[in-house]
């Protein structure tokens, strides 16, 4: 027996072709979709870090502007400082904003990665199943008998 015959895929058959292929399917949809998913979701933790930062210096600053609003006496490099610094905030609060929807949009990707995981699973699953029991039942059963009433 050859070595390189076990290798190559048994594929005279169209319905082997279809077992196997219904397995590959299967594994690829079972692994491929996880590694999306895990970079999505990494890329999600990102954006969610970099959004808690920003909106802990957002409350930073509202503390900090509610002291300055109870003082009475406020110089103009006071009232200078605050407003710059009342600038970056709203600049960090259009960054929350675009974090917001950066992470709407990934958990999306992931849901659709999902849906398309699932679906591929179920494919190739049932192409499996119908390609073996197709196999057996119109090509393996009677080569079975043949080859059974050739030894007897």
Not at 27 to 53: C, G, Q, T, W
Not at 75 to 90: G, M, P
Not at 131 to 140: P, R, V
Request: hydrophobic share 45%.
């Amino acid at each position: 027996m050859n070595p390189a015959d076990l290798l190559s895929l048994p594929t005279d058959s169209l319905y082997k072709f279809m077992a196997l292929s219904g397995l590959a399917i299967t594994v690829l949809a079972l692994i491929l979709p996880e590694i999306f998913k895990k970079n999505y979701s990494f890329l999600v933790y990102k954006v969610r870090m970099v959004h808690d930062v920003s909106l802990e210096k957002e409350n930073d600053f509202k503390r900090r502007t509610k002291n300055y609003s109870e003082k009475q006496n406020k110089t103009q490099d006071e009232i200078e400082k605050y407003e710059k610094e009342f600038l970056q905030i709203r600049c960090a609060r259009l960054e929350i904003e675009k974090d917001i929807k950066e992470i709407e949009y990934l958990v999306s990707k992931i849901k659709i990665i999902t849906f398309v995981q699932l679906a591929s699973v179920l494919i190739g699953l049932a192409m499996a199943i119908s390609g073996f029991y197709l196999w057996y039942t119109k090509l393996q059963f009677f080569l079975d008998s043949a080859i059974a009433s050739k030894i007897i």
